[in-house]
């Protein structure tokens, strides 16, 4: 297919079918994408990728816009509190892996420099899936998570300097046809100080001259300004780096860090965020699309070796590092896995230095194929070590008895001391009434106890607990857990071992309030209704409705509500006829208060939209 527009249609089409697919499959977005890229491209329907051009030219900007992204978020406190990890570790990891890669490349016959710019480039790990992949599982707040956000960081700042050695280990070849550039023609340290001179440069520019024209624009008022103005300096910068013969992904990188400490750092954030997702994913896709499987097909072996032995390679030295820096097993297993892929930075890597000479077409091509299906293993990585590696550094402790209940012959007990439950034991407490608390969380326990709030740790739903606490002669008990599977199981055993106690009952929605009348509590509270409707009496009185009809319209409304609650709880969700019953609920609540209205005359107090109610 032909035409930007029929290209866009292709590229979205398949991002849409593959990516829900994949994560409904358990294979990550990433992998999605990847798997889209190869459906699309040469290698299978060839819908993209058929003109001769190289197929990544189209995930140009998506590069771009990335490292854009990753430069604004490179925050110089971040930088300074991880320090220790950050180039510690990262350096480790970037010099390590440099030195037993580009060694193995040296033993199979390659030159020492394009050993050593093969080492550096494979040394990334991809931000995208390991960053990821620890979000979606909830281990970004480990030490191995901890650590592997580290290295990752360091491997994006690692860029620049990546890209400034580069030339200095180009071999000596003539020059390509079209071959344009400042670069051209130059000697390798004269190369290497162009580009230091092009981001001295930049930065400086950035630091004395972005802060007046944003400031301009800011005086514009009109929000698409300031994207527009951050699209124009990303690829203004961009062009101006290639145009001296240089990558566009370290112009645009440097434009994201220049612009890091800059007042309208958050504003751009929140401006480019919602293009970050697509872009990352048109990058993908590309990737996808651009691995030449038919070079795969012929050289299984050579491809299935290298992948191996990267993985292994990269692998070693990030247990090594795991227990230099003294991260316990199951933690050094993650930060293992989690970065011993290739990564995106690999592939803009790649084309700079074989647009320098640094590596050949052919090695070119292995290289871009074993990190394309490196990071194609990689979801299957975290996947094994969630199912046969985690499980085995599991502790199980033994089960926290409950504690000794020393308050006897309280009137009431209070299962539940957290954000809606302690509200309720303070007043009753305040007011002299003797409460028994019992909550799950030890943690919860522990803390309250410090602010002097005494409650007692157990499970509520334990019959030998309950006569503990006193429930065979206390008068009320209030149920307050934010657990509404447990809140049930509580329920039941109370109204049957302790029928003369009267339950209140928090409900944590309206269905969780259908349950609880189904169970055949009355007094039924859900957490958000009062507040809810405090918040709804103050818009009326700032609109300009007086204080008095504010509130008398809340009291009908939620006499309303709470009648509709009620009669609703005994039709079954899934009827049709619990639809048909909501909007007759709804149109008679709205049809009541406007009666209300129209029966008190007019609303509106003196000096509309000033008056504030007094809460």
Not at 227 to 250: P, Y
Not at 381 to 408: C, G, M, N, Q, W
Not at 560 to 586: F, K, W
């Amino acid at each position: 297919m032909h035409g930007p527009f029929a290209q866009a249609f292709v590229y979205l089409l398949a991002a849409v079918l593959a990516v829900p697919l994949a994560k409904r499959l358990g294979l990550g977005s990433v992998l999605g994408y990847l798997l889209a890229g190869v459906v699309i491209g040469p290698s299978a329907l060839r819908l993209v990728g058929n003109d001769g051009g190289n197929v990544m030219d189209f995930a140009e900007f998506g590069v771009v816009m990335m490292l854009f992204l990753v430069g604004l978020e490179l925050k110089p406190a971040l930088l300074w509190r991880m320090r220790g990890p950050i180039f510690g570790l990262g350096g480790l990891q970037i010099a390590a892996t440099a030195v037993v890669v580009g060694g193995a490349g040296m033993a199979l016959g390659l030159s020492w420099m394009t050993a050593l710019a093969v080492g550096l480039m494979l040394a990334m790990s991809s931000t995208a899936i390991a960053l990821q992949t620890l979000g979606e599982k909830g281990l970004l707040k480990t030490p191995g998570g901890e650590a592997s956000f580290a290295v990752l960081l360091f491997q994006d700042m690692a860029v620049i300097p990546i890209l400034a050695v580069l030339p200095l280990l180009a071999i000596a070849r003539p020059p390509a046809a079209g071959e344009e550039g400042a670069l051209h023609g130059l000697p390798g340290w004269e190369k290497a100080l162009l580009v230091l001179a092009a981001v001295a440069t930049v930065v400086a520019g950035g630091r004395f001259l972005l802060p007046p024209i944003f400031r301009y624009i800011a005086a514009t008022r009109l929000r698409e300004m300031f994207t527009a103005t951050a699209l124009l300096l990303v690829i203004g910068i961009a062009l101006l780096m290639q145009k001296v013969g240089l990558s566009a992904a370290l112009g645009t990188f440097l434009a994201g860090v220049v612009l890091a400490e800059s007042e309208y750092r958050h504003q751009l954030e929140a401006d480019i965020e919602p293009f970050k997702g697509l872009l990352l994913g048109l990058f993908f896709i590309s990737v996808g699309a651009g691995i030449d499987f038919s070079f795969i097909v012929q050289k299984p072996l050579l491809v299935g070796g290298c992948v191996l032995a990267m993985l292994v390679l990269k692998g070693v030295v990030l247990l090594g590092l795991g227990r230099v820096f003294r991260l316990e097993t199951n933690q050094t297993l993650l930060f293992t896995v989690a970065l011993a892929q290739g990564g995106e930075f690999a592939f803009v890597l790649f084309r700079f230095a074989a647009q320098q000479g640094v590596i050949g077409d052919e090695l070119g091509r292995l290289l871009v194929a074993v990190v394309a299906v490196s990071m194609a293993v990689s979801p299957f990585l975290f996947t094994a070590y969630d199912k046969f590696i985690s499980p085995r550094f599991v502790t199980r402790l033994p089960p926290r008895e409950p504690d000794a209940i020393d308050e006897h012959g309280n009137p009431v007990i209070l299962a539940g001391f957290g954000r809606f439950g302690h509200i309720v034991g303070r007043l009753l407490r305040a007011n002299g009434l003797g409460t028994t608390v019992l909550d799950h969380d030890p943690d919860q326990v522990a803390t309250l106890r410090r602010f002097g709030l005494k409650s007692f740790y157990g499970d509520a739903s334990r019959l030998d607990l309950l006569h503990a606490a006193g429930a065979g002669s206390a008068q009320l008990f209030v149920l307050a857990t934010d657990d509404d599977a447990k809140s049930l199981e509580i329920i039941e055993t109370v109204k049957k071992h302790f029928p003369h106690l009267r339950i209140f009952a928090r409900a944590s929605s309206r269905q969780h309030a259908y349950q609880l009348l189904r169970l055949g509590i009355d007094d039924v509270y859900r957490e958000t209704l009062g507040s809810s409707l405090e918040l709804g009496i103050a818009a009326l009185c700032a609109l300009g409705v007086s204080h008095a009809s504010a509130r008398r319209s809340a009291r009908l409304f939620h006499k309303l509500d709470e009648a509709s609650v009620r009669a609703m709880a005994t039709v079954n969700e899934e009827a049709d006829e619990y639809t048909s019953l909501a909007r007759q609920h709804i149109e008679n609540l709205e049809r009541v208060l406007q009666a209300d209205r129209d029966s008190h005359g007019a609303t509106r107090a003196a000096g509309a939209g000033t008056e504030r109610p007094t809460n």
